[in-house]
């Protein structure tokens, strides 16, 4: 068992530092004096969100098992990313004209997690 526990952890750490070299050969190449603090002040809010959106959909995915007490089961294998996207375009779509509220960030997520919630209920009732 100790084996297998080094091993993986020699695993993780190799891929830890793969991903370092990756992200300081993207923050580095075609960088000179010239453009230094532009490229990579740009580059590194770029790495910095794809570090932020990974660590939000693997902790979203491990909290959403632990409530279905499902190993397999993912938000993106209910379908639900794709309600979204489709409830963000309906909105959008129909009352975007009608409803200054949809074009500020908070009222919409509100509107929008509600719309989702609702979705999501009726649909369990439906298909039970």
């Known amino acids: 068992m100790k084996n ?8 993780l750490l190799g891929l830890l530092l793969a991903l370092l070299i990756a992200a300081a050969f993207f923050l580095l190449v075609g960088v000179n004096k010239n453009n230094f603090r532009y490229l990579i002040s740009t580059r590194g809010i770029k790495i910095l969100a794809i570090v932020l959106s990974g660590t939000c959909v693997a902790i979203s995915t491990l909290l959403f098992q632990t409530v279905t007490d499902s190993r397999i089961l993912t938000p993106s294998v209910m379908g639900l990313d794709s309600m979204y996207v489709f409830l963000q375009t309906m909105t959008i779509f129909l009352f975007r004209r ?25 649909l369990q009732k439906f298909f039970r």
């Open 4 to 11: 297998n526990e080094k091993r993986m952890e020699n695993i």
């Open 98 to 122: 009608t409803v200054p509220l949809l074009t500020t960030p908070i009222p919409k997520f509100f509107i929008t997690v509600g719309l989702m919630v609702t979705v999501s209920i009726f």
